[in-house]
Structure formats: C-alpha cells, structure tokens
C-alpha cells in the first residue's frame, strides 16, 4: 500500500473521529449536520496535499479554482483550506451559531466565488469544451453539461452553507443538544401546570377558609 494512502487513511481517521466525538455532544441540528457533513467529504479529498506537497519532490501541484501553486509552494494554501474545512465541520456540529459561525460563512462564499468563478472563466473561454466525465460504457458527459454538474455540488452547496452560517451568526450561545429543545418545552409546560394548579389549590382552600370565618 503507498505511504501517501495510508496518510489517507490515518488523517481521515483522526479528523473523523473528531467530527463523531462532537456529533456525540448533541449540540446540533438537521441543517448543522447536513452542512457539517459537506467541509468534512470536502476535507477528506484534501488531506494529502499539505504533507506530499511538503515531502514529495513530484507533487505537481495544488490547484481549487483560480487557486494554483506549484510543488512545494502549495503548503501553506493547502494547509490553509484543510484547516478551514475541517473547522467549519466542527464548528457546524459543535456550536452551530454564535460569531464562530462567521468564519465559516467568510470562507464558503469565497470557495464559491473561487470555483464557480473558474468554471464560468473556463465556459466562456471554450476550456471546458473537452472536459469530460465518464461512467464506463454508460455514458459519457462533456462541456457545459460537465460545468453545470460540477456547479450544482461544488458551489451552491456552499452557497447555502454560507448564507445559513451568516444566519447563525448572529445567534448568541450553543445550539441546543439535538431533541433537547421539545424536552426542555414539555418540562418548562409542565412545572407551568402544576404551579398554575398549585395556585388555584390554595386560592380554592382560602375561600372555603373565608366562607367558614364569616358565615
């Protein structure tokens, strides 16, 4: 097995790991989870670049959109984006609102821009004319169609993501644990009706005291 899969394997590992542990916290929802899930299937296509940019010595390059370094000098940028999709998993699942969620905001609408940018760049040009996606003997997709599938999972996902991370934003505190919410509401209704009851029991109580008094 190459040493480059096995630094696959290792980091998805740890950096999954990570991502259950704060599942485990319950400090999430349906749309935290869903988004949470898009940086972390985006990091996990990332996760060799910092390291075999560094070490090795044919690495021919790290290029995200208009986003191109060669060999060694794609260290930091792709050290930079790892980093930002991996804490914009975390920070979904684990807080899901409050200032943090900018960051994640911040950095999906410039992967957006970055990417969708480049294909729309490329469309214009003709570059896309001989990109081609193939399924076997099934089918074979090429030029705008190719563009337009790549913009519907690589751009408005993130879109989406962005606008409901700046929503988030805003929000101060944690989310609330996963189902947490309809507990705590039926809890807070409960403690409201037997203090409701408790109230009428005793203003029952004085007025049979009142009409025993003065009759």
Same mark, same amino acid.
């Given at each position: 097995?190459?040493?480059?899969?096995? #630094? =696959?394997? #290792?980091?998805?590992?740890?950096?999954?790991?990570?991502?259950?542990?704060?599942?485990?916290?319950?400090?999430?929802?349906?749309?935290?989870?869903?988004?949470?899930?898009? !940086?972390? #299937?985006?990091?996990?296509?990332?996760?060799?670049?910092?390291?075999? *940019?560094?070490?090795?010595? @044919?690495?021919?390059?790290?290029?995200?959109?208009?986003?191109?370094?060669? /060999?060694?000098?794609?260290?930091?940028?792709?050290?930079?984006?790892?980093?930002?999709?991996?804490?914009?998993?975390?920070?979904?699942?684990?807080?899901?609102?409050?200032?943090?969620?900018?960051?994640?905001? #911040?950095? +999906?609408?410039?992967?957006?821009?970055?990417?969708?940018?480049?294909?729309?760049? $490329?469309?214009?040009?003709? $570059?896309?004319?001989?990109?081609?996606?193939?399924?076997?003997?099934?089918?074979?997709?090429?030029?705008?169609?190719?563009?337009?599938?790549?913009?519907?999972?690589?751009?408005?996902?993130?879109?989406?993501?962005? =606008?409901?991370?700046?929503?988030?934003?805003?929000?101060?505190?944690?989310?609330?644990? !996963?189902?947490?919410?309809?507990?705590?509401?039926?809890? @807070? *209704? +409960?403690?409201? @009706? /037997?203090?409701?009851?408790?109230?009428?029991?005793?203003?029952?109580?004085?007025?049979?005291?009142?009409?025993?008094?003065?009759?």
């Amino acid at each position: 097995m190459s040493v480059w899969l096995w #630094v =696959v394997l #290792v980091s998805n590992l740890i950096y999954w790991a990570v991502f259950f542990y704060l599942l485990k916290r319950g400090c999430w929802d349906a749309p935290a989870l869903a988004f949470g899930l898009l !940086h972390m #299937v985006f990091a996990s296509l990332l996760v060799t670049a910092p390291i075999r *940019s560094f070490f090795d010595p @044919t690495y021919v390059g790290y290029q995200i959109g208009f986003v191109r370094f060669s /060999k060694g000098w794609a260290v930091l940028p792709a050290t930079l984006v790892l980093a930002w999709a991996l804490s914009s998993a975390w920070i979904a699942v684990g807080r899901g609102r409050g200032p943090w969620m900018k960051s994640i905001a #911040v950095g +999906d609408f410039l992967f957006a821009l970055n990417l969708g940018g480049a294909l729309l760049f $490329d469309l214009v040009r003709g $570059d896309m004319a001989e990109t081609k996606i193939q399924g076997g003997e099934f089918f074979t997709l090429q030029g705008t169609l190719v563009a337009l599938i790549l913009f519907l999972l690589f751009v408005v996902p993130f879109v989406a993501s962005g =606008v409901w991370s700046a929503r988030r934003a805003g929000s101060g505190g944690l989310a609330p644990p !996963h189902g947490e919410g309809g507990q705590e509401s039926s809890t @807070t *209704s +409960d403690e409201r @009706t /037997k203090g409701d009851n408790g109230f009428r029991f005793m203003e029952g109580r004085y007025a049979a005291a009142s009409t025993d008094l003065f009759s």
